[in-house]
């Protein structure tokens, strides 16, 4: 893959994932909170918000695994999943990151 192709695909999936963000958001913030559904499942589960989003980035990181193995056999996955799974899982580290920030500042 030439440069300019990679870069058009970075800044493409980038896209994706700021645009999933700002929809997401409106599901899952309560009180102008974006991390509320990780803080709650924390609460709910008694783990710090960090781990309560670990175990729920895992079910995206076993699917990206199925997708590797699926590949290792010859199978090519469909495009559609490949990228929900591509920008569910950057979304999660960007989501990941904000909860370290906000422990960091409080």
Request: aromatic share 6%.
């Amino acid at each position: 893959m030439n440069h300019e192709t990679f870069c058009a695909l970075a800044a493409k999936r980038f896209q994706a994932c700021q645009d999933i963000l700002n929809m997401k958001s409106k599901e899952y913030s309560r009180d102008e909170d974006k991390l509320h559904n990780f803080k709650l499942a924390g609460q709910m589960s008694g783990w710090p918000p960090e781990v309560a989003l670990a175990g729920m980035k895992l079910k995206h990181d076993v699917s990206i695994a199925d997708i590797v193995r699926d590949i290792y056999n010859g199978i090519l996955p469909d495009e559609a999943l490949l990228s929900e799974k591509i920008t569910d899982s950057i979304n999660y580290l960007v989501l990941l990151e904000a909860l370290i920030t906000e422990r960091r500042q409080a």
